[in-house]
């Protein structure tokens, strides 16, 4: 089997294009869900029904399906219907949707991660805290919250680890990311090994750069 490089060559463009895109969509993903982990996560624990089901369900929702199927409904049939209601024009592109989508996954997996993060720090801290004369949110705002986010930076970093790689199921979207840069290549050039291959060889690269930053935070703020 002899493998053709140059091909790779040729559509250079193609793949550095999806290489920005895929690292933009885990970008926006996480940073975006871990807004909606916070909000939803703090929810969760919340005493309060109106604020606990709602997030009880959201993350339940978004947890129990496929990513893939997510980025389907979302894609096809929510945001098309809900753009008919405030406009005439077009829906919003694939990238938008992509946005949406991992957006709202990571969301749900990092409100588990507050959750069991915010928990895990002793009762006792939130008694002084308030003993202090801090009401509870500022407690869980400057005494929880810096505590909980040092044990919560291995599972985050597994979460945007994990969303770089979900990221390739926008492809079915056509979504420009890395995935269709691949899938595009072999498709118009037949170079299947060639396409693949670049493009896992691009994936491990990237995970491996994510993995040693997320090793540097660790080690970084367990020395304060």
Known sequence: MELDWGVIYEYREMFIRGVGYTILFTSVGVFMGTILGLIFGLGRLSK???LRWPSVAYIT????????????????AAIPEIWALFTDGEPPSAV???????????????????????????RGQMEAARSL??????AMRFVILP???KRMIPPLGNEFIALLKDSSL??????????????ATAKSTF?????????????????????RFVAYLEKRFATE
Do not use: C, K
């Not at 004369?133 to 500022?138: A, D, L, P, R």
């Open 61 to 76: 929702v978004f947890r129990g399906t496929p990513l893939f199927v997510q980025i389907l409904l979302i894609h096809f």
């Open 48 to 50: 309060n029904p109106l």
């Open 147 to 149: 505590q909980a986010f």
């Open 96 to 122: 938008f949707s992509g946005f949406v989508a991992l957006s709202l996954n990571a969301g749900a997996y990092i409100a588990e991660i507050f959750r069991a993060g915010i928990q895990s720090i002793d």
């Open 191 to 211: 170079a299947r090994w060639e396409s693949y291959l670049t493009m896992a060889v691009i994936y491990l690269i990237l995970t491996l750069i994510i993995s």
């Open 133 to 138: 004369g801090m009401n509870h949110g500022q």
């Open 170 to 183: 926008l492809a079915v979207i056509a979504a420009p990311e890395l995935a269709y840069a691949g899938y």
